[in-house]
């Protein structure tokens, strides 16, 4: 099977946050921002691994500041570890006023989805080709949350 770098699975979604998306203070519903983190996780494993994929675990979340409604919100999503049928993605959120430019760091997950064939069994996925040191000390990483995700079960 053909490997993959990080950067080919790397997906970008931005939305401007509205009025339906916050409470009423303004401020955006976590699960909103969660739902996004989810989608564009399982995009860029979808990219990689060019299958359906199924969230099997989402690590902490933590909101480092509030997002708010007029904000435009991005997120970047890339893979940081292959298994056999896993794939762990990297989603980082940050929130931009558009009208000053001033830009937000305001999370940072790593989901875990498995690849799924036509028949919603789980598939093998390519393995992931690094390129750099940054890349390497991610997936260093990742296999790292991957041992202790596997000795919680």
């Known amino acids: 099977m053909k490997p993959y770098t990080p950067s080919a699975s790397h997906v ?21 921002i969660m739902k996004l983190v989810d989608e564009v996780g399982a995009l860029a494993c ?21 997002i708010r409604i007029g904000d435009l919100v991005t997120l970047d999503a890339e893979v940081t570890y292959t298994g056999n049928t896993s794939m762990e993605v990297e989603v980082l ?5 558009p009208i000053t430019g001033e830009c937000t760091h305001t999370n940072k997950a790593y989901l875990v989805y498995v690849a799924l064939d036509d028949n919603r069994n789980p598939v093998s996925v390519p393995p992931l080709m690094i390129e750099t040191t940054g890349q390497e ?8 949350r991957q041992k202790h995700r596997l000795s919680n079960l």
């Open 93 to 97: 959120v940050s929130a931009e006023d």
């Open 46 to 66: 979808m990219r990689h691994s060019r299958h359906r994929v199924v969230t099997v675990a989402i690590d902490q979340m933590t909101f480092r500041q509030p």
């Open 12 to 32: 970008t979604i931005a939305q401007l946050m509205q009025p339906e998306h916050a409470n009423n203070i303004g401020n955006v519903h976590g699960g909103w």
């Open 137 to 144: 000390e991610r997936r260093l990483a990742a296999i790292n």
